[in-house]
């Protein structure tokens, strides 16, 4: 019987979400030594950061990538700007990104969070105050959390993927690893299987 691995990796800046490049640009590979049939599911863009799952189960990879089951995912968003009530009820109801709705999310203004710096450190203009979102999505379109912002104004200077439904990122630090096991993996793939689970029947 094959036996399933699921890591949680903290992908910092500047490293992209696969394990090659061509053009040589730092992977996950720089962070650990995986093993071979381990895969991110899903991903972050190169100048995004946060919690990446990882795993050989191809089932959950499926089940939690597939867009009818709304699993939730909180980012933080430092963004330019102060946004002001109305913006924010406007990501909560859904923007036009492309010709296509976004679903609606939770949104949130929040006290600057206690992150790790990010290297290199995000440029700041001095006469433009930045502040910090938490938002939650369920559902993952490219660059989405940046073109939501930059919808309605507010453009993202950094954005960290802090929870996949009950996994957070804690105190992980930018370029850790963990292995996910125990209490905190069952709950996962409990949540997971009981969102699937009326869509299967």
Known sequence: MR???YYLAYKPYGVLSQFSDEQGRRTLKSLFPFPKDVYPVGRLDMDSEGLLLLTNDKRINSLLLSPEYRHEREYYAQVEGIPDESALEKLRKGVMIKGNQTLPAKVRLIETPGLPDRIPPIRK???IPTSWL???LIE???RQVRRMTAAVGYPT???VRVRIENLRIAKMNPGE???LKGV???EFLKIIKEKAAPHLI
Request: no cysteine; aromatic share 4%.
């Open 184 to 186: 905190a993996l069952s």
């Open 3 to 5: 036996k399933y691995k």
């Open 157 to 159: 200077l950094r954005l």
């Open 140 to 142: 993952g379109k490219n």
């Open 177 to 179: 690893v963990m292995e």
């Open 134 to 136: 938490s938002i939650t």
């Open 125 to 127: 203009r001095l006469n």
